[in-house]
């Protein structure tokens, strides 16, 4: 909250006081700022205009495309109260004054209601320095799609300007425990990528793990102790059916857990421990059979799979400590990967296959790690001392994580090192699970 | 004071299984003299308790029985370690004795851990500790149907907060007796 300007906070108030205005089941309690971004592109966002006399839409799109920006890391958006001027059409633009406050790059626009509940919103990306447009766009949504809406501006500005996709327009699932009436209760939250409109897919009496996304964003797989002990099931993300078609596919004598989609979409990887010890599993859904992939008396879990499907990361303690190690998804001789430090666990690959997330023990305490696959280099990217369950955004340039222990989120990128804690609803989060694009 | 505590326990346990003679089939188990002894107690506290086991063992009445090892139901670790420490492993023969004695009592062992680390590992080390303890209850005479293990890892918190107070509390396995 230090370095943050009064301004820059109350727009993120307001993004809060708005978003509990939205929903009735699980609200946003927090949000606050304390990364700190290096080397980021200085951007403008105007709040945008809104025609006549009307009053603002329930959201507040230029503060969700700020909020967007700022989090990557790559951009640090300046502060309304900075603003010399406020235009919304090119035509109105003094890049002079622009380019005194060191800003690359400006976001103009304006929102127009109309008749029956829609809005028309427009805006604009411009090149302060050339004094030119880089893009525009007008859109028609309706009132509940103004957040989507920001979230897909924020992903046009950032492709126009980093040359990468990026991954605002997505989703994470997380899980939360809380008490209600004295007693502990746990829900698997479906959330925007940047925390807001949770929503629960799943309430129990008994702890929920581990959630998984398919890799076509339909299928969630987690691991449920509604039966008294660690089973793990799979459901529909987005559905109509009353009562969910919930399915339990792994309730083997023993520990089931840690399950994983394979990229078909058809398979989970999964630890069970039906043979006296956890070793990796692959169970394929339809027909049921299991195949196993490793055999040792150590403890293996949290397999995760290669983008290609070929191989699968998993972490185990066969060489003392917990290390993270890959071995052929059909089975094989596992290769160990990470050398650095005596505990590294919840591996995590990058969308692109080439980086490594990871927990990683220092003195420090557990820090999200990530390890650059082919130079072995490693990167400590939080602070610890209880951080973990890292996840990767489908572009590769974020990582959800469990921040500190406290059953906080948060978000860091891989490049500039913003690290700020994600809006979250009531309660304890943990075991963040970024969705595919 | 782990000693004294001991003998103090193993005192009170030979007054109350003194009392006790309403159980049978225990002849073929060890005498809680030589368990005690094994553990370290002096002999003559074991020599009392010696003499009780002849008379019969434990009985139900004895899990609510502040004074007797069966009221012991939740066994320490140490940090990432599934390691019976030997007070834990007296209190669990004397649960085995319980088991041996009663073979229509079931009994679930609950493996948990601290908050530390990898919550899927923690799930994993979690099933460690419950089983650890079903061998030695096995060992100690009780039967394989009369046990079930279950870990809960690190979800299931005996003590809220982020220290080593909480830490210590949560590393444990917890006997839950059907009743």
């Known amino acids: 909250m230090l370095k943050q300007s ?43 205009r809104v025609a006549g006399n009307s009053a603002p839409p329930s959201q507040d799109v230029a503060g969700i495309i700020t909020n967007n920006l700022r989090r990557s890391g790559q951009f640090e958006p300046i502060a309304t109260s900075d603003m010399l001027s406020r235009p919304s059409r090119l035509d109105e633009v003094q890049f002079p004054q622009w380019r005194a406050l060191g800003v690359d790059n400006l976001v103009i626009g304006s929102i127009q209601p109309l008749a029956g509940g829609d809005y028309q919103l427009r805006f604009e990306l411009l090149d302060v320095y050339k004094g030119s447009r880089l893009l525009e766009k007008t859109y028609r949504v309706s009132a509940n799609s103004l957040r989507d809406l920001g979230h897909n501006i924020s992903d046009l500005i950032y492709q126009a300007i980093t040359g990468q996709p990026g991954a605002f327009n997505t989703k994470v699932l ?8 004295g007693k502990r209760k746990y ?24 959630p998984a996304w398919s890799a076509n964003r339909q299928q969630v797989a987690y691991v449920s102790f509604e039966g008294g002990r660690a089973e793990v099931w799979t459901q529909p993300v987005y559905t109509a059916q009353r009562p969910v078609p919930r399915r339990k596919v792994a309730a083997f004598p023993g520990l089931n857990s840690a399950p994983a989609w394979a990229p078909d979409g058809r398979r989970l990887a999964l630890t069970l421990s039906k043979d006296g010890n ?10 049921g059979r299991l195949t196993q992939v490793t055999r040792h008396w150590s403890i293996d879990t949290s397999p995760v799979w290669t983008p290609d499907g070929r191989s699968i990361i998993f972490m185990s303690e066969r060489a003392g400590g917990a290390q993270i190690y890959r071995v052929p998804a ?48 490693l990167r400590v990217l939080t602070q610890g001392p209880l951080d973990g369950g890292p996840s990767f955004a489908p572009n590769g340039s974020m990582l959800v994580y469990g921040r500190g222990g406290g059953g906080r989120l948060a978000t860091v990128s891989l490049y500039g090192r913003a690290d700020q804690p994600l809006a979250l609803t009531h309660g304890a989060a943990r075991s963040p699970a970024w969705s595919p694009r | 004071m782990n000693l004294i505590r001991l003998v103090a326990a193993a005192a009170m346990l030979a007054l109350i299984s003194g009392c006790a003679t309403q159980q049978g089939g ?54 990432d370690s599934n390691d019976i420490s030997p007070d834990a492993a007296a209190v669990l023969e004397a649960h085995s004795r319980y088991l041996a004695a009663h073979p229509e009592v079931r009994v679930s062992v609950e493996g948990h851990t601290d908050e530390r680390g990898s919550q899927e590992y923690n799930l994993a080390l979690g099933e460690r500790r ?5 061998r030695v209850l096995l060992l100690n005479g009780a039967l394989a149907n009369q046990i079930q293990s279950v870990s809960f890892g690190e979800e299931k918190p005996a003590m809220e907060g982020s220290n080593e107070a909480a830490w210590s509390q949560n590393r444990r396995a917890e006997l839950v007796y059907q009743r």
């Open chain 1, 6 to 48: 009064p301004t820059r906070l109350f727009a993120l108030l307001l993004l809060a006081a708005l978003t509990l205005t939205g929903r009735a089941a699980a609200q946003p309690i927090t949000i606050e700022i304390t990364g700190a971004s290096e080397a980021a592109i200085p951007i403008a966002v105007v709040p945008f």
């Open chain 1, 174 to 181: 997380y899980v939360t425990e809380f008490k209600e009436a």
């Open chain 1, 187 to 210: 829900q698997l939250i479906h959330a925007d990528a940047d925390g807001e409109r949770p929503q629960a897919l799943l309430t129990s009496n008994e702890p929920i793990m581990s």
């Open chain 1, 278 to 287: 956890p070793d990796i599993y692959v169970l394929d859904l339809d027909t």
């Open chain 1, 330 to 377: 059909s089975g094989g001789e596992a290769q160990r990967l990470t050398f650095t430090g005596r505990y590294n666990a919840d591996p995590a690959i990058s969308p692109d296959g080439k980086q490594l997330a990871m927990v990683h023990r220092t003195e420090r305490g557990d820090q999200i790690a990530v390890m650059d696959l082919e130079t072995q280099q």
């Open chain 2, 26 to 79: 225990v002849g073929s188990e060890p005498a809680p003299v030589e368990e005690r002894a094994a553990t370290g107690v002096e002999t003559n506290a074991g020599a009392q308790a010696g003499g009780a086991s002849a008379a019969g063992g434990y009985t139900s009445a004895d899990l609510d029985n502040p004074a007797s090892l069966l009221s012991q139901r939740v066994i320490y670790f140490a940090f």
């Open chain 2, 130 to 134: 419950a089983e650890a303890v079903k």
